[in-house]
């Protein structure tokens, strides 16, 4: 034994001398290893990734944080990971803790349902209401909310339900119409729910200061109700300008700011629309400046506000307001200056200070879109995906492909690497993160 370990010890200490083998540990070897934790430490640094749990991602914007996403696409677009049958509706996919979540129709119910976001496995499913039924398009339109414990929704018939994320068990829950004795928009509800600190703030339905409405997300209680309009819609967001915490609700004939924690009514801004026809989600930007837009009217289809506060009370005024974006449905996206967004059909490019168009591009329809690693996530109405570079100086397309059919009315969803689409009829979940198509293309 002794013998073979030390004839063993002299085999080695040869192979070393020799100048081959020498060189190779003393240079190659090295550069190899260096280069194997420098390509390891970049991947980690570039691949940033979080959850979606939301209407418009992590800060109701239509921002992802996520870097490292695939940007040069195979002739069928990025891998599909997993597709699943669904029914028809209009609510956006959201993404917390492993789980994904969206409502849907099936026969005459209507549900909210929880899937496995990495295998698309259904987890559970809660009946919510009955099937709506609408000339404009069939099925729920409110995306859930994931905080906590918890997932919150709202039916197209307007029940308000708070569940348990991971079984579905209803905590709580309010028949809007019933409790409040409104009636529901002519669409169907469609107003996604927010929450701010200890408080759940819905839209109403119209009915004397009970527009806007808080609730105690834990229990259901509800905390307060405000203003009276007819209702939009729109989905609310929580903004912050010159200190001044206010939720910001788009009604069917103004813009409305709160203070989230009691409803007091703290400015308007009259938009009166036909039908009452404002839906995309207003646009925080600046600091200061909140941009909006509706399809209607077409002589002014948009506006950027610019927030005041003078002597504790706070205002808005007009910093341009003009036609050049007339949203349907389809909300914009703010980048480095400037809006990206469809008008009616045409995606475009128009400066967030003074509403100059900088570019337009057709054959999306009225898609819908979202801002992840410096580009444009872009969904076409009969469901060509495309890959647009987000910049002022023209329009840029980095790659695209066909990936569902149907009408493809919902925005995108981009969580941990992942982006999850929909129609009337599946969903489908596909894998963005470049470092695992180059791990790909190197095994095969």
Known sequence: MQRSLSAARVGMQTLFFMPQFKNFCLTILPLFCSFHFAFNAQTKTNHVQHDWPQW??????????????????????????WRVPLGEGYSSISIANGLAYTMYDDGNDEFL????????????????????????GNGPRVTPLVEGNLVYTVSAHARLYACDAKTGAVKWQHDLAKELNDAIPDLGYSNSPIIDGELLLVTGLGGTNRSLIAFEKNTGRRVWSSHQDHPGYSSPIIISAHGVRQAVFFTGTKIVAVSPADGKVMWTYPWRTDSFENVAT?????????????????????????????????NAETVWKNNIMQHHFASSVFYDGFLYGTDRAILKCVEAGTGREMWKQRGFGEGSLIFADGHLIVLGTGGNLTLVEATPA?????????????????????????????NESEMICLDLVEANFRQRQLTH
Request: aromatic fraction near 10%; charge should be positive.
């Open 282 to 314: 207003p646009v925080f930007f600046s600091n200061d400046k909140l941009f909006f837009s509706s399809a209607h009217p077409k002589e002014a289809g948009s506006a950027v506000l610019q927030i005041k506060a003078t002597n504790g009370k706070v």
């Open 394 to 422: 023209a329009y840029k397309e980095k790659a695209g492909a066909q990936v569902l059919s149907g009408k493809c009315f919902t925005a995108p969803s981009l969580a941990n690497g992942k982006l999850y689409l929909r």
């Open 56 to 81: 418009r991602g992590p800060n109701r914007d239509g921002i992802s944080r996520e870097a490292g996403i695939l940007k040069t696409w195979p002739k069928d677009g990025p891998k599909v990971l």
């Open 113 to 136: 349902a929880c899937f496995d976001a990495l295998t698309g496995k259904r987890r559970w499913r809660v009946r919510t209401d009955n099937k709506y039924r609408n000339s404009w």
